[in-house]
């Protein structure tokens, strides 16, 4: 089983987003930030599992059932009913990749226990305004 954590940040004061994942497959953990240029932070929640999902897609990782945990309600709520009221093209793609595993579940999991994700996406940020580049 495949278990990804996924997660966003924004700081508009300074214009920085950053999207991350954590993937935990056979007691190995890849896991990644990356800073983008959207300042909708729902967005960005649903931009992370998008990436995440291409990486294991990318490296043949994806022939085991995933756990998708997210701390962000809308991505949870929105894979649950297949529709988002205002993110539908990114979900829709999200599903499509959902599509090549064998099954999928999406648990919403407290902002605690996503520390992982959420400490990649604040020491990017942290870099980002230290050095001031990408």
């Not at 099954?103 to 001031?132: E, P, W």
């Amino acid at each position: 089983m495949i278990k990804l954590y996924t997660d966003a940040g924004l700081n508009t004061n300074l214009n920085l987003a950053v999207v991350s994942y954590v993937i935990k497959l056979n007691n190995q953990i890849y896991k990644e930030a990356i800073p983008q240029n959207n300042q909708d932070n729902h967005y960005l929640e649903f931009l992370a599992l998008k990436i995440a999902l291409q990486k294991i897609i990318e490296n043949n990782w994806n022939d085991e059932i995933i756990l998708i945990h997210s701390d962000s309600q809308i991505v949870i709520d929105s894979l649950d009913k297949n529709y988002s009221k205002h993110y539908q093209p990114i979900l829709d793609e999200i599903l499509t990749e959902l599509q090549s595993f064998p099954s999928y579940f999406a648990k919403h999991i407290a902002d605690k226990d996503n520390r992982a994700a959420h400490a990649l996406v604040h020491q990017k940020m942290l870099n980002l305004r230290t050095h001031g580049h990408k």
